[in-house]
């Protein structure tokens, strides 16, 4: 049994079960402890070590192996490894009527919580900064992680680590240094796609308690101080740190219909330049695909739907100017919003712009000028925006 926030829990060796321990004596010393619940059940199924968490596939079992309760799939790695998935399922058939409900062991007052139907909350409980506890709702934290130190990268002014194929910016709370060595302890916020690490100096428990803020915070990044295992805590403001790892995190999800499903073609003959400005169009949140010709541009155009089409004007063969022509010559990509890049901005062009059918036209250089004319052309404005704009 263990006992693990007054209750005690039956412990299941998952070497003896699945029979791969030779006999040997298992030390209660060593190891791991995964607490699983299964319905009604929780037990803890005890492990050697952890390694990380994985996204994987769930491949079925072979029909031959089927009748094994213990495992529920398997899946391949990426190194080609093939591996068993447990089934939690099985190992609490395993378990029987002793696995079958967690036993109190709260003292009066934990009770008396209970009866009276008072909500608790599950709260992370970790130090930050000093010596004073702190705690954050656990629902709202998505992984805990101890990062070794040297996977930390500082990077345009800010510190950030590759997590999951991403970069995720790392917020530390006041007074709390980030390791130069070891582990770094790290809270881990995810929402819609997006991840921000909150760096601490101590993960401390996970406990149930009724949440009372009875003092409200003085300073920023705190809601409050509630007492949590007979101490004061201070309750974090989540909210507070959340735009610091990405200012729009709160107003992204308004900006993603009119933004993040527009796509754009960026038709350019310089390969510098294309480059240079993909990643800017990316940023912005829009999908891109480039064209090094006016041709392939409208090969593109025939065979995949766009938004809005960002094209040079100095071009071989077919230049911007008769690139937008030959667009609107053609019925069904007549309304096609079109936006003219050029080095010069000249009344001239312009104009000329304005007589092939650009709906804007921007100077190469002036990138917020043309994410400016790309979010007014994807936004569906009626009409050719005043091109006017441009050449101020």
Known sequence: MLRLRNKLLPLIHLKKLLKI????????????????????????????GVFHTEEIVVKPMSTKLRHIDMFSGNTILGDGAVIMIIDPNGIAKALGASGSSAHDMGDENAGHHIGSGEQTTSLLVFRAGSSQPKAVPLGLVTRLEELPADKIEFSNGRY?????????????????????????PILVFADDGRSMGLVVDEIIDIVEERLNIEVGGSSAGILGSAVI???????????????MAFADWFTRKEMKPSMHSQSVLLVDDSAFFRNMLAPVLK????????????????????SQSFDVVLTDIEMPDMNGFEFAEVIRSDHNLGAMPII????????????????????????????????????EQTAGAAGASELNRAAA
């Open 21 to 48: 321990d030779d006999g040997a004596a298992s030390d209660p010393e060593n190891g791991f402890i995964v607490v699983t619940q299964v319905g009604s059940q929780t037990f803890g199924i005890v492990v050697d």
């Open 229 to 243: 295992k007979g101490q004061a805590t201070e309750v974090i403001d989540v909210g507070h740190f959340l735009p």
């Open 340 to 375: 003219g890049l050029s080095a010069l901005v000249s009344p001239a062009a312009i104009e000329r712009g304005r007589q092939a059918g650009f709906h804007d036209y921007v100077a190469k250089f002036d990138r917020p000028g043309l994410i400016a004319a790309l979010k």
């Open 160 to 184: 950030m680590v590759q997590y999951r194929e991403q970069l995720m910016p790392l917020v530390a709370m006041e007074g709390v240094t980030i390791a130069a060595q070891g582990a770094q």
């Open 283 to 302: 940023a912005a949140g829009y999908r891109v695909r480039t064209a090094p010709t006016a041709q392939e541009g409208l090969a593109a155009l025939r």
